[in-house]
C-alpha cells in the first residue's frame, strides 16, 4: 500500500473515526494535565497573594538581610514606658483543642525520659498565653501605650504547639488551620503561649553582647541572639496573684544571665514582635551600662551567672550598623551561623532608637549594597 492509499484508508470511514477518537482523546489529555498543572499553580500563587494581603504577614528585611520577624508594635525611635503597659491576666486558663491536647503525654513521656537519663528536660511550668495586644498613642505626647491581655497556659502545652507544621491525619498542619487563615496578630490564644523579653546591652565603651543561646535552651539551642533574653513565668513573674510587669522580667533575664544589677544599667522598652516561625511573642529592650565596658562584663560573665548554662558563648560587637550586619552575616571564622529571628529586629530597632533612623537606614542600604557587589564578584 502506497502513501496515499495508507493515507486515504486512515482518514475515511470506520477507521478513521477510530484513528481521530484515539489521537483527540491522547491530545485532550495531554493538554488537560497541563491545563490542570497551570491552573493549580495558579491557584496557588493567587492563594498565597491572597493570604498575604489578609494576614499582613512579612520577613524583617534590613541590609540585605531578612528575618522571620515581624513588628506588631514600636519602631524604635519612642520608648514605651513601665507605666505605659497595661497587663491584666484573665483568670480562664488556656484550653487546647483534642487534636493538640492527645499530644501532651507523649512530651510528658519525653521529658520524664530525658530527666531518668540525666540529660537537660523541662518541667510543666505555668505560662502566659498572649490572648491580644492593642496600642493607642497618649495625647499630647504621641508616646505609645500598649495594653496586654494574657492568660495561663503551661510549658508543655507551649512545647506542643511550636512544631506548626506538623500533620494532622487530614494533611493539615497548625499553621495552616490555625495561623495562615487569620495571620499571627489573629491567631488563637492556643496557639500563643510563650511571651519573651529580649534585651540589647551596650556597654560603656560602645559595643553590644551577642549570645549563643544554651544547648538546653527549649527554643533554638545554640542559636544566635540577642544579650539576654527570658520568658514570662506565671511562678516568678506574677505568682498568679498580680499582673507581671515586663520591665522587672527583663532585669530578671538581666541578673539570672549576666549577673548585671538593676543600678548598673539604664533600661528601655522598644517594640513588641512576633516570631512568625513558631509564633512566639517577644518585647525588645535596649540597656546601657553605665559603668561597665566590654572587658568589665567578659570578665564578669567568665566568673558565673546563676542561669550561667542559658549561654553557650558570647561576643562583643561595634554598635555600628556595618559591625552588627557583618557579624549577623558570618561570624569571625567566616563560617555562618544560626541566628533567632528575634536577633536582627532588636540590632535595628536598638541602632534606629540610639542613631537616628536616617542615618541607620541610610548605612544599611550601603552595606547591602556593598554585599551584593562582593557576591556578583565572587560569583
Known amino acids: ?34 491545563l ?8 496557588r500563587r493567587l492563594h498565597a497573594i491572597r493570604r498575604g494581603q489578609r494576614t499582613g504577614r512579612s520577613d524583617f528585611s534590613f541590609g540585605g538581610l531578612s528575618s522571620s520577624c515581624l513588628i506588631v508594635e514600636g519602631d524604635g525611635t519612642f520608648a514605651i514606658a513601665d507605666e505605659a503597659v497595661y497587663i491584666l491576666v484573665c483568670q480562664e486558663p488556656v484550653s487546647l483543642p483534642p487534636e493538640i491536647r492527645k499530644w501532651i503525654p507523649e512530651i510528658a513521656a519525653e521529658q520524664e525520659i530525658k530527666r531518668q537519663a540525666g540529660l537537660p528536660h523541662h518541667f510543666n511550668g505555668q505560662v502566659y498565653a498572649v490572648e491580644s495586644l492593642t496600642s493607642s498613642r497618649i495625647p499630647g505626647t504621641e508616646e505609645p501605650e500598649v495594653h496586654l491581655r494574657l492568660r495561663v ?40 503561649l510563650s511571651l519573651g523579653t529580649s534585651v540589647v546591652v551596650v556597654t560603656k565603651d560602645d559595643r553590644i553582647l551577642m549570645c549563643q543561646r544554651g544547648e538546653s535552651a527549649g527554643s533554638r539551642p545554640l542559636f544566635w541572639g540577642v544579650s539576654a533574653d527570658e520568658g514570662l513565668s506565671v511562678s516568678l513573674d506574677g505568682a498568679g496573684q498580680h499582673a507581671p510587669r515586663l520591665y522587672n522580667v527583663a532585669r530578671r533575664g538581666m541578673i539570672e544571665e549576666l549577673s548585671v544589677e538593676d543600678h548598673e544599667y539604664r533600661l528601655t522598652l522598644l517594640a513588641f514582635t512576633i516570631d512568625t516561625l ?41 554598635f555600628r550598623v556595618d559591625a552588627v550586619l557583618s557579624a549577623l552575616s558570618s561570624s569571625p571564622n567566616g563560617t555562618p551561623r544560626n541566628w533567632t529571628p528575634i536577633a536582627g529586629v532588636a540590632f535595628y530597632l536598638a541602632l534606629i532608637h540610639d542613631q537616628g533612623r536616617a542615618s541607620i537606614e541610610r548605612q544599611g542600604r550601603r552595606f547591602a549594597k556593598q ?8 560569583s
Open 1 to 34: 500500500m502506497s502513501l496515499g492509499q495508507l493515507t486515504t484508508w486512515a482518514s475515511s470511514g470506520v477507521t478513521g473515526l477510530l484513528i481521530g477518537s484515539v489521537l483527540g482523546l491522547t491530545l485532550s489529555v495531554i493538554f488537560e494535565d497541563r
Open 36 to 43: 490542570k498543572r497551570s491552573l493549580a499553580r495558579t491557584r
Open 153 to 192: 497556659s503551661d510549658y508543655y502545652s507551649f512545647l506542643a504547639t511550636q512544631d506548626l507544621d506538623r500533620r494532622f491525619p487530614d494533611g493539615s498542619t497548625l499553621r495552616s488551620r490555625y495561623i495562615d487563615p487569620v495571620g499571627p496578630r489573629a491567631a488563637p490564644v492556643f496557639m500563643s
Open 278 to 318: 513558631q509564633h512566639q511573642w517577644d518585647s525588645v529592650f535596649i540597656a546601657y551600662l553605665h559603668e561597665l565596658d566590654s572587658h568589665d562584663l567578659a570578665e564578669r560573665l567568665d566568673r558565673g551567672a546563676k542561669d550561667h548554662s542559658e549561654i553557650n558563648a558570647y561576643e562583643f560587637v561595634p
Open 371 to 378: 554585599r551584593r557587589s562582593r557576591t556578583l564578584k565572587h
